[in-house]
Structure formats: structure tokens, C-alpha cells
Nanobody, 122 residues
Framework: VQLQASGGGLVQPGGSLRLSCAAS????????IGWFRQAPGKEREGVSC????????YYAVSVKGRATISRDNAKNTVYLQMNSLKPEDTAVYYC????????????????WGQGTQVTVSS
């Protein structure tokens, strides 16, 4: 049972990245998937979440309008498209699951993948 986050990298300000969160050993259909990030010296914070019901998506104020979360149940994968990236988006990005519906805080997510580093710099 594993969650694999990928797609991070070094990108210039204004650039885009698509992060992927792929599950193996279980299916994501009935789970909410959250994306979180943690910058050096800072607490882990929520970025976005998609519930098991189509259409229930949530975004942090800091990324709203620049991020789009989506899920492809056939591929057992959730994506986070990030556009107009800023240096303050630099962090390790994690995905995590919880049953059914999104929740606002880190401690309400049950299962975490390893992170993927996103660095926004010129």
C-alpha cells in the first residue's frame, strides 16, 4: 500500500508544474486526497483537496486561481496543476488520504506519501 508523489522540480517564477499522486495497493475512488506542502522551518500546510465525490474541491487562499486539482480514477491518480508559480511556493509537496471527504487540517489525514520537492527560482 503506497502513495507516490511525483512531478516536482526546479521551475522559474511564472512557470507551471503538474504534480501527481499515484496509489498502489488500494484504489482511490472512495477517498479524499489532499495536497500539502512544507517549506523549510515552517509547518506543513494544506494546499488543495478533492473529495471522493466529483466536484468537491478545495484550495488554500494562497493558491486559489493558480492551482487545479483533479482525479483520474482509472489511473488511480490525483493531479495538482500549479501555474504562475512564485518563489513562496517552494516546498516539499505531499499527498495524503482520508475517507470520503476533505478536512481542513493535517492531523485528519490517515495515510501519507513521500514528498516531492518543488523549487521556484530564477
Amino acid at each position: 500500500v503506497q502513495l507516490q508523489a511525483s512531478g516536482g522540480g526546479l521551475v522559474q517564477p511564472g512557470g507551471s508544474l503538474r504534480l501527481s499522486c499515484a496509489a498502489s495497493g488500494f484504489t482511490l475512488d472512495h477517498y479524499a486526497i489532499g495536497w500539502f506542502r512544507q517549506a523549510p522551518g515552517k509547518e506543513r500546510e494544506g494546499v488543495s483537496c478533492i473529495g471522493s465525490n466529483v466536484g468537491s474541491t478545495y484550495y488554500a487562499v494562497s493558491v486559489k486561481g493558480r492551482a487545479t486539482i483533479s482525479r483520474d480514477n482509472a489511473k488511480n491518480t490525483v493531479y495538482l496543476q500549479m501555474n504562475s508559480l512564485k518563489p513562496e511556493d517552494t516546498a516539499v509537496y505531499y499527498c495524503a488520504t482520508r475517507a470520503s471527504s476533505c478536512a481542513p487540517t493535517v492531523d485528519l489525514y490517515d495515510f501519507w506519501g513521500q514528498g516531492t520537492q518543488v523549487t521556484v527560482s530564477s
